[in-house]
C-alpha cells in the first residue's frame, strides 16, 4: 500500500497539473478573440480580392473596346447595367449583379420617342420632345461580363452642375440602381412589376472611345442642331443610350413619377429593368463594394427615387459618395491614348 507520502505527492502533482476554472476562461477567451481576429482578417481578404477582381475585369473589357474603337475606326462606349435574368429581360437577375456592355455608335441619332423627324418638324414641340440621343447597339461577338456580386461601378455627377450647385456635384458619384418589385416566374415570359416606393434610384454612366482610341466627352461627328421655340425650354440634350430591345429608340418604362410624358428627365433615370437610359460619358471610373457600404450606412434611406436638388443629393447618391471617396479603386485614362489603368485617389 502506498504510504501517506506517496499520496500526498500524487496528490500534489495532480493539482500542479490540472487547470483551474481562471485559467480554463483566460484561453477560452484568448481563443474567441484569435477567431474573431481570423474572421475578420478572412473577411477583409475576400472583400479585398472580389474588388480587385471586379476592377482588373472593367480595365479588360475597356482595353477590349479600345481596341475595337481603333480597328473598325469606329466610337465605341462600355456601359454598366443590372444584369437581366436569363429568363427574362424584363426580370433582372438575383442576386443583383452589374453587367458590362461594350456598344458601337450606328450613326444614327434619334429622338426619345420616334424615329427622328424630318426638319420641317421642329418648333414648339421641342419644347417638350428636346432630347436627341446617338443609338448605340451591343457590338456582335463581344459578350457581356458580369461583375461579382455587391460591387458596383460608379461616374461622377458631372451632369448637374448648375448654377450655385457648380463644384458641389464634382463630389457626388453615381452608380446603377437596385431594383425592387414583383417577379411573376408563372407568365410566359417572366414578368417583373416594378416597385418604385422600394427601389433605389440609379444612373447610366458609361466611356467612349473614339476611333484613335482616346477617351471622349461627347461625340464629335454628331453634328444635330436643335433650336427650341422661343420662350421655352432652351436646354437641348443630345446624349447616348444602349438600344437592347432594338427598336430605335430609348425606352422608359413606365415612370411616371417625374413628370408625365412631357419630362424629358424620365429618360435619364434608371429605376427599371427595362429602361434604355441616356448615357453619361465620364472621364473616370470608380469600383467600389457596395454590400460593405451598405453595413457602414443606414441603407433604408436609400428607398424611393428622389432625384434631389442641385447639390443636395438623395441619402443614397449622399452616403455612397462618401463611402467611393474613401474606399474604392479608380480606373483613370491616358490623357493622349486613353489606355485605361487603375489610378489613385
Not at 135 to 150: E, I, K, N, Q, S
Amino acid at each position: 500500500m502506498p504510504s501517506a507520502r506517496t499520496s500526498s505527492s500524487a496528490r500534489r502533482l495532480a493539482r500542479a497539473r490540472a487547470f483551474t476554472l481562471l485559467e480554463l476562461l483566460v484561453v477560452m477567451g484568448i481563443m474567441m478573440i484569435l477567431a474573431v481576429l481570423t474572421a475578420i482578417s478572412v473577411g477583409k481578404v475576400t472583400r479585398d480580392a472580389k474588388l480587385a477582381n471586379a476592377t482588373n475585369g472593367v480595365v479588360a473589357s475597356l482595353g477590349a473596346a479600345r481596341a475595337i474603337a481603333i480597328r473598325d475606326n469606329a466610337y465605341v462606349m462600355v456601359t454598366f447595367r443590372v444584369a437581366p435574368s436569363r429568363l427574362s429581360r424584363a426580370v433582372p437577375r438575383e442576386p443583383q449583379v452589374v453587367q458590362i456592355v461594350t456598344a458601337r455608335w450606328t450613326g444614327e441619332v434619334v429622338t426619345a420617342n420616334t424615329p427622328l423627324p424630318t426638319p420641317n418638324t421642329y418648333g414648339a414641340e421641342l419644347m417638350v420632345d428636346d432630347v436627341f440621343a446617338d443609338r448605340f447597339v451591343p457590338v456582335p461577338g463581344v459578350p457581356t461580363r458580369d461583375l461579382p456580386a455587391g460591387v458596383l461601378i460608379a461616374g461622377p455627377a458631372f451632369g448637374f452642375v448648375t448654377d450655385a450647385a457648380v463644384g458641389l456635384n464634382d463630389r457626388q458619384w453615381r452608380t446603377q440602381p437596385r431594383f425592387a418589385g414583383t417577379t411573376n416566374l408563372a407568365a410566359t415570359p417572366p414578368t417583373f412589376t416594378p416597385d418604385l416606393a422600394r427601389t433605389e434610384l440609379g444612373w447610366a454612366i458609361g466611356v467612349l472611345f473614339g476611333p484613335d482610341g482616346r477617351v471622349l466627352s461627347r461625340n464629335p461627328q454628331q453634328v444635330l442642331e436643335v433650336v427650341t421655340a422661343a420662350g421655352g425650354n432652351q436646354n437641348a440634350y443630345v446624349k447616348s443610350f444602349v438600344d437592347y430591345d432594338g427598336n430605335g429608340f430609348p425606352e422608359r418604362g413606365t415612370t411616371s413619377a417625374y413628370g408625365g410624358a412631357a419630362v424629358n428627365v424620365d429618360y435619364f433615370i434608371y429605376d427599371e429593368p427595362l429602361d434604355e437610359p441616356l448615357v453619361d460619358y465620364v472621364p473616370y471610373l470608380a469600383v467600389f463594394n457596395d454590400a460593405e457600404a451598405r453595413d457602414r450606412f443606414n441603407s433604408s434611406t436609400w428607398k424611393g427615387t428622389a432625384i434631389g436638388g442641385n447639390g443636395n443629393p438623395p441619402p443614397r447618391i449622399r452616403d455612397q459618395s462618401l463611402f467611393i471617396e474613401e474606399q474604392s479603386d479608380r480606373i483613370t485614362f491616358n490623357r493622349y491614348t486613353g489606355v485605361p489603368g487603375i489610378g489613385t485617389k
